[in-house]
């Protein structure tokens, strides 16, 4: 089955540790796409791809940082430098077809610091 | 100002009534809108997208308003399965080709 892959389902970090969450995709979608949502919130943009190796930042880009060497991951990293990352990660991808498609999500990731 | 604006609700109805959400969006240039449903700590589904002419699928109605940039979802006959967070999103129309997302309204049906 087609579809995206978030691991873990839950994660807890240590204040002052980086932490990686992992998104693979196989339905081979170009763009990919991380989002944080916080308690009674919307969806916030955090980075962005829309090709292999190349990413930009979106909204909340400080204290994450990504990479894109392979069309089908686009794992995120959650370093020290973000002050609050207890949220709920969600990775996407969204086929050609300019903007009238929709995006897809994985399952997401629990980030909790303790 | 936000980029889209929901009425976070909660909205209570009892089973069979008839609910709606509205939604606005402030980026004139925002090509193409979606409602997505959320259930409680679950990722987000789409539910249907949103034409100029207005769409139907089944118990479920969208509307777009351009002018007054303004989305509407309507729930006929509403079901206790339809309890969730309903998100209103907008593609921005900009290079980034990311979706906008709206904080949700959150319908709660009782029986």
């Known amino acids: 089955d087609g579809g995206i892959t978030q691991s873990p389902k839950y994660l807890f970090r240590k204040e002052g540790q980086n932490v990686t969450l992992s998104c693979e995709q196989n339905l081979n979608h170009d763009a990919m796409y991380w989002y944080r949502q916080d308690p009674g919130q919307g969806l916030r943009l955090i980075y962005y791809s829309q090709i292999v190796n190349d990413f930009q930042k979106g909204d909340i880009a400080e204290g994450y940082s990504v990479s894109r060497e392979k069309k089908e991951s686009f794992p995120l990293t959650v370093t020290s430098a973000q002050k609050n990352p207890t949220a709920f990660y969600l990775c996407?991808?969204?086929?050609?077809?300019?903007?009238?498609?929709?995006?897809?999500f994985g399952q997401g990731t629990r980030l909790t610091v303790v | 100002r936000k980029e889209v604006e929901q009425d976070p609700g909660p909205f209570n109805v009892p089973e069979g009534a008839t609910v709606a959400f509205n939604c606005t969006y402030s980026n004139s240039a925002s090509q193409s809108f979606f409602w997505y449903r959320q259930d409680c700590r679950k990722e987000p589904k789409l539910l249907m997208s949103?034409?100029?002419s207005g769409n139907e699928d089944g118990r479920f109605t969208a509307q777009l308003n351009r002018a007054s940039q303004y989305i509407s979802l309507l729930i006929r006959d509403s079901k206790l399965s339809d309890s969730a967070t309903y998100l209103c999103v907008v593609n921005e129309g900009t290079g980034r080709r990311a979706l906008t997302f709206g904080s949700g309204t959150r319908l709660q049906v009782q029986p």
């Open positions: 949103v034409y100029s």
């Open positions: 996407a991808s969204r086929p050609p077809g300019g903007g009238y498609v929709e995006a897809f």
